[in-house]
């Protein structure tokens, strides 16, 4: 278990819909990271985010964003969903100790599009 | 974990020899590289790093070798066990895996025979 949770475990949705997911970083993590992971583009990252702030970005659309609270958890949201975004989407957190850098990975939301 | 992409490179090792997973990673200027490991159904799980300044790291049964004048990464598996059966994915990152994009490799699936 790397600490990190995510929710929900699966989604499925429809076409033009709107989606939310959550995660929640390790205890003490600042630092949150998305990915994509899907059949033929394998992990891909998305956007990172530090202590509240945006830190990176990566391959994101413009229909998707994200946010980190207060609290540290984030959520991404993915919206006017279309059938190519069915993916595993993972949260990950560093920024504890000694072990700065590693990245921390979650067990995904499994999100389908029909 | 998930097969990513359609001709996932495979490697099958019987119980007890040891395995090595290579991996060509595309950016010279690249500082930090790390190993992780997906099983079915999880998200990744770090196993070992190492920073360009270094050429050699061990853990627990494994060992990361790195060639930067080839970009060339490798991670051994000493007595591979069934339970090393997973996908294999190394990742590269230019700003020290703390700023984001980790650029992911692949993945080789391993295969351990009892």
């Known amino acids: 278990d790397s600490g990190v949770t995510q929710t929900p475990k699966h989604l499925i949705t429809a076409t033009g819909q709107r989606v939310t997911l959550r995660c929640s970083p390790r205890?003490?993590?600042?630092?949150v990271y998305w990915y994509q992971q899907s059949l033929d583009q394998g992990l891909q990252f998305l956007i990172q985010?530090?202590?509240?702030?945006?830190?990176a970005k990566g391959n994101i659309l413009e229909r998707f964003s994200a946010q980190q609270f207060p609290d540290l958890h984030s959520e991404l949201n993915l919206s006017s969903l279309e059938l190519g975004d069915s993916a595993l989407y993972f949260c990950?957190?560093?920024?504890?100790?000694?072990?700065?850098?590693?990245?921390?990975f979650g067990p995904g939301t499994r999100l389908l599009v029909l | 974990g998930e097969s990513v992409g359609l001709h996932l490179p495979t490697l099958s090792v019987q119980e007890g020899d040891n395995s090595i997973i290579n991996c060509a990673y595309s950016n010279s200027a690249s500082d930090y590289f790390i190993w992780y490991k997906q099983e079915s159904g999880k998200g990744p799980q770090f196993i070992i790093d190492?920073?360009?300044?270094?050429d050699k790291r061990q853990g627990q049964r494994v060992t990361v070798l790195l060639n930067k004048t080839v970009k060339h990464l490798s991670l051994q598996i000493a007595a591979t066990q069934p339970g090393d059966s997973a996908v294999y994915f190394c990742?590269?990152?230019?700003?020290?895996?703390?700023?984001?994009?980790?650029?992911f490799g692949k993945g080789t699936k391993l295969s351990v025979k009892p």
């Open positions: 990742a590269e990152s230019l700003y020290g895996g703390s700023q984001g994009n980790l650029i």
């Open positions: 190492i920073r360009s300044n270094m």
């Open positions: 985010y530090y202590n509240g702030e945006e830190r």
């Open positions: 205890s003490g993590d600042l630092s």
């Open positions: 990950a957190s560093s920024g504890r100790g000694s072990d700065q850098e590693t990245q921390y």
